[in-house]
Structures are given as structure tokens and as C-alpha cells.
């Protein structure tokens, strides 16, 4: 892992420099980007695990698909096609194949917030 927050996941790219750049400096929308996706996935991730549990299936497909979007605005590929497979799971009523594929979306997830939580306009306002 590189120094300030920089680090390659899988595919993407997601530290501060890369999404910074790849959303023209615009350092506002970034930030407001980064904060939204610290304090939006964590409820879709209990919803779309509510909806897993409670086996349904149009829930799975809808709390996916929020995910995926959240994902899709960071940059992060990977785990949004994982959440993508998953709202076709729920679509198709593939709930088991959805719970599996679950297990690594969460794990994207953590490691993805763990990054963003170092990007400097998150450490600072943490800092506040």
C-alpha cells in the first residue's frame, strides 16, 4: 500500500489523486461524493442483508442496485458488478447465489470505505 491513502483496488483505482483528477479537480464534489458513499453504504448494505435474510427477492434486487450505484459514482467497477449480479439474482430469485456473491460485496464494501475514509477531506473533517 502507498503512502497518503493511495491504493490500487483490484481494478480501480479509488484513492484521493486518481478520483480527484478523474472528476476534473473538482475537490467539492468529490468530497461530497466520498461522504455520501461513507454514510449511504452502510444502510443499503443492512438492507440489502435484511433483504437476503428475509428472502425478498425484490428487495434484493432494489437494495442492490442502490449499492451498485453508490459504487458505480465512486469508480469502483469490480464491486459494483458484484452488486449488479446480485440485483439479477434478486430479479431472478437466485437468493442463494445472491447470499454468496454477498459475502464478497461486503468485503469490497469494507475495504473500499476503509480507503475512502483516508481520502484528506474525510481525515479532516473526522479530525474535527
Known amino acids: 500500500m502507498k503512502s497518503e491513502g493511495a491504493m490500487k483496488f483490484r481494478d480501480q483505482s479509488v484513492d484521493w489523486p486518481t478520483t ?3 472528476f476534473g479537480d473538482d475537490f467539492d464534489r468529490v468530497s461530497r461524493m466520498g461522504r455520501l458513499f461513507i454514510e449511504k453504504t ?3 448494505m443492512d438492507a440489502l442483508s435484511v433483504a437476503l435474510h428475509t ?3 425484490v428487495g434484493v434486487h432494489h437494495s442492490a442496485e442502490a449499492v451498485r450505484d ?4 465512486l469508480g469502483a467497477p469490480e464491486a ?3 452488486a449488479d449480479q446480485i440485483a439479477h439474482c ?3 430469485g437466485k437468493l442463494r447465489r445472491a447470499g454468496i456473491l454477498f459475502v464478497d460485496l461486503r468485503r469490497d464494501v469494507t475495504r473500499l470505505r476503509a480507503i475512502v475514509k483516508t481520502w ?3 481525515q479532516a473533517v473526522a479530525a474535527a
Open 20 to 22: 480527484l483528477a478523474r
Open 42 to 44: 452502510p444502510l443499503r
Open 55 to 57: 428472502r425478498d427477492a
Open 70 to 73: 453508490l459504487l458505480d459514482a
Open 80 to 82: 459494483a458488478s458484484i
Open 90 to 92: 434478486g430479479y431472478g
Open 120 to 122: 484528506p477531506p474525510l
